[in-house]
C-alpha cells in the first residue's frame, strides 16, 4: 500500500499521448546537443593532440629531451 503511494507520486502515464511530444522534442534536441558536444570535444582533443606531437618532435631535434629507450 504504501509502495503503491510512493510510486505514483514519481511515475505518471498520461493517458493522452499527446502529452509525451513536448518531452520527446526536448529529449532530441538534448541528445543532437550532446553528440554535437562530443564530437566538437574529440575534434579539439586531435587537435591538441598533433600539436603536443609537434611540440615533442622539435624538442627531440634541439636535444632538450631523450629518445625513449
Known sequence: MLL???????????????EY?????????????????????IKISKHQEEKAKEFEERLRKQKIIKDEQ
Open 4 to 18: 503503491n503511494y510512493i510510486l505514483n507520486l514519481f511515475l505518471y502515464f498520461p493517458e493522452d499521448k499527446s
Open 21 to 41: 511530444i513536448p518531452a520527446v522534442i526536448t529529449f532530441t534536441l538534448f541528445m543532437i546537443a550532446a553528440v554535437l558536444t562530443m564530437r566538437l570535444i
